[in-house]
Nanobody, 118 residues
Framework: QVQLVESGGGLVQAGGSLRLSCAAS????????VGWFRQAPGKEREFVAG????????SYADSVKGRFTISRDNAENTVFLQMNSLKPEDTADYYC???????????WGQGTQVTVSS
């Protein structure tokens, strides 16, 4: 079992920035990849960004490419999502999840709210 705690969400004006953090504790072994996902009311959860734990290779959804940056601190078991040039369309609950080697599903945190006002 792992505990994932997201933080850094809040209310920001369009064009502003936020930095989300995802801190993992407990069973943190065999982490293969870490992803950020978001879910707006009435919509399905969608992929935002991901990073491989060992190599640091990052990928992004087209909607955030060039604006968001995912990074990691392996020693602290923490993943960050730097969000710049925020748009109202970015408003959602943001979740981090880990995928372990050999696992069949993501393990999720509780999420953090991001609200972007116009």
């Amino acid at each position: 079992q792992v505990q994932l705690v997201e933080s850094g969400g809040g209310l920001v004006q369009a064009g502003g920035s936020l930095r989300l953090s995802c801190a993992a504790s407990g069973r943190t072994s065999s982490i293969y990849t870490v992803g950020w996902f978001r879910q707006a009311p009435g919509k399905e959860r969608e992929f935002v960004a991901g990073i491989s734990w060992s190599g640091g290779s990052a990928s992004y959804a087209d909607s955030v490419k060039g604006r968001f940056t995912i990074s990691r601190d392996n020693a602290e078991n923490t993943v960050f999502l730097q969000m710049n040039s925020l748009k109202p369309e970015d408003t959602a609950d943001y979740y981090c999840g880990i995928w372990r080697a050999g696992a069949l599903r993501y393990e999720w945190g509780q999420g953090t709210q991001v609200t972007v006002s116009s």
